[in-house]
């Protein structure tokens, strides 16, 4: 039991924001680590040490997001329990700005979408983006380049 404490000890905050930049939601995030952390232990036989640890649990976190969005999709929740960013989010996101960067963000296409969420408000680095789409950091580099111009792109169009 202590080697579990102790990959959940050097993993759970990495987790965690991974799940936060998907989700955006401090709760959600949280259940969904501890989820991630249930479905690593039930599933520890298939990690065969090809990637780093927190490179599979990221793959798990991901795909423990995606099967949430569903059942959130099969079953709608009230919305006054969906999307309560707390205090601190909530005054970040208050500038225009912002609101209108995230919401340009939103309408990328997937890997860009992620890769820039993964990169600004997760903090990754590039390695560990690359490590996560089981590509290299340069694949990663790239891709944020491609995700920036876009960005740019779709910033001067709303100007015209």
């Not at 987790?15 to 949280?30: G, H, P, Q, S, T």
């Not at 039930?42 to 090809?50: A, K, V, W």
């Not at 890997?111 to 290299?136: C, D, M, V």
Request: aromatic share 10%.
């Amino acid at each position: 039991m202590d080697e579990l404490t102790e990959v959940y000890e050097q993993h759970a905050e990495q987790v965690f924001k991974y799940l936060m930049v998907l989700c955006r939601n401090l709760d959600i995030a949280e259940e969904l680590t501890q989820e991630t952390f249930y479905q690593a232990v039930r599933s520890i036989d298939t990690y065969n040490g090809e990637c780093k640890m927190s490179v599979w649990l990221c793959q798990i976190a991901k795909h423990t997001y995606y099967k949430y969005v569903d059942k959130q999709v099969k079953q709608p929740q009230p919305h006054h329990l969906l999307n309560h960013l707390p205090s601190v989010e909530t005054n970040l996101i208050e500038s225009e700005n912002k609101i209108g960067l995230y919401r340009m963000i939103h309408l990328l296409e997937d890997p860009y979408k992620e890769i820039l969420l993964l990169r600004i408000l997760g903090g990754l680095t590039f390695k560990e983006i690359g490590e996560i789409h089981l590509k290299n950091e340069n694949w990663a580099r790239v891709t944020f380049y491609r995700a920036k111009l876009k960005l740019r792109e779709r910033g001067n169009m709303n100007e015209e």
